[in-house]
């Protein structure tokens, strides 16, 4: 992924709508390129800052908030969503060949009427 493509990903990003493989090159591309990180960094501000207004407000209007934080929150819980997909997609493909390989046992090596 390079610059463009990264950036015209943010939205997207910022609000889930990348999906398992887009994420992952999302966040290869944010790690090792600091421009779109500043840039994704500025985004999630002005997204965080215009939606949540009003919950903040409610709290007391805290504004000791680490933005920077926020979104290394943020990237961390795509990450998890990136591993969490993976474990998921490597578990069913795990069942496909155990029953695959049940199929091929049960087909060739179990005598017809043996059973
Ligand atoms: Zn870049």
């Known amino acids: 992924m390079n610059c463009?493509?990264?950036s015209s990903r943010f939205d997207a990003f910022l609000t889930d709508r990348l999906n398992v493989r887009e994420t992952d090159a999302f966040l290869k591309h944010i790690e090792n390129c600091p421009d779109c990180r500043d840039e994704?960094?500025?985004r999630y501000m002005v997204r965080y800052?215009?939606?949540d207004l009003d919950e903040r407000s409610q709290y007391g209007g805290n504004e000791n908030y680490d933005l920077r934080n926020l979104l290394a929150d943020k990237l961390?819980?795509?990450k998890?969503?990136?591993r969490r997909q993976r474990m998921i997609s490597f578990?069913?493909?795990?069942?496909v060949l155990a029953a695959l390989?049940?199929?091929v046992i049960w087909f060739f090596f179990i005598p017809s009427g043996g059973l």
């Open 4 to 6: 463009n493509e990264a």
């Open 40 to 42: 994704l960094e500025v």
């Open 49 to 51: 800052t215009s939606n």
């Open 76 to 78: 961390n819980e795509r």
């Open 80 to 82: 998890r969503f990136v």
């Open 91 to 95: 578990a069913v493909l795990v069942f």
């Open 101 to 103: 390989l049940a199929f």
